[in-house]
């Protein structure tokens, strides 16, 4: 019987490639390309989906956390590339909101729009801005289930104070996706539509 | 600086509980009322808010894992009680997904129906079935916010092979949520509606 307290662990091969990139990242191109170069070497390294995420914070860009999609090897299908990087920052800096008024804003940056999980998620972290690579097109083109997410979503997390931006180096965090599906990579949501 | 790994550990009154508890539980009003005294224990403990949920093989009605919520306990805005109940049965049947073909259905019995990202995992769980106890309006009456779910929910999972029953033992499951509050207990949310 395994421990009966899952922990969250991300891949050895993260520890060297976040001691290569540590620092500050000050725009949201150079924050993207980071997300997705987690995305990619999750595919490289056979870790996990064509998924990566960074919680920064907003104006120092200091990196507080990352997260790729680990659904599979963490036998956990909550574990998104968004929930393991926002579960991280919040364990780091021990607090169950990243809105806590002691600490400055937060931001996600993620390699695709969230799914309708990670989309929940996102408006409880008390993160304050959010910014996409990939559209949900491109995910669901590629086979991915993105769920019922509001037509609306984007203006339901703006009401709710976050900031959104997406289709930031589309292309790149598209192509990601493409060639993990292309390579034979699973799709492995829980119960897809019938 | 905390272990890097966060570790999801119930509430340690929780053992004595479900060992108290243990076996097979038949009807639906049995699976509820276990979730609702997991609710209401975790408030009486001050563990957490208050929700309780479990994970029951369908047929059988064996006890598979069981959730709190944990959200201000374990420093992570995931941890509703759904969240816990579904990481940790994914966990001990060292599966992604309860809808793997080696095992049989499974169901999630939760106090209250859920919030927008719980909505969402439930989805991605593979879970077969899900059992609601209070409603979202008494949910949010009481001051806590669901989330922007869509308005026909139920209907949604019901399109994914998810079979909903809410209102079981509504009552008992809405006074836990407003002794809760009459009792000074916390909102937590991460990012609450201006």
Known sequence: MPDCNPKLVLPSWINAFTAEHSGFF???????????????QN???????????????????KLVAVGVNLVIKSNCSHNHAEMVAIALAEH???????????????????????CIMCFGAIIWSGIKRLVCGAYTVDVESAGFDEGPKPDNWIEELEQRGIEVITGVERLKARSVIQNYIAEGGLLYNGNPRR
């Open 43 to 61: 595919t490289l390294q056979k870790t996990g989906g064509p998924f990566g995420a960074a919680v920064f914070e907003r104006l120092s860009g």
């Open 26 to 40: 000050m725009s949201d191109n150079e924050r993207m390309s980071f997300a997705i170069e987690l995305s990619r």
């Open 92 to 114: 780091r800096l021990r607090r169950y909101t990243l809105s806590h008024p002691d600490l400055p804003d937060h931001e996600l940056v993620t390699s695709s729009e969230p």
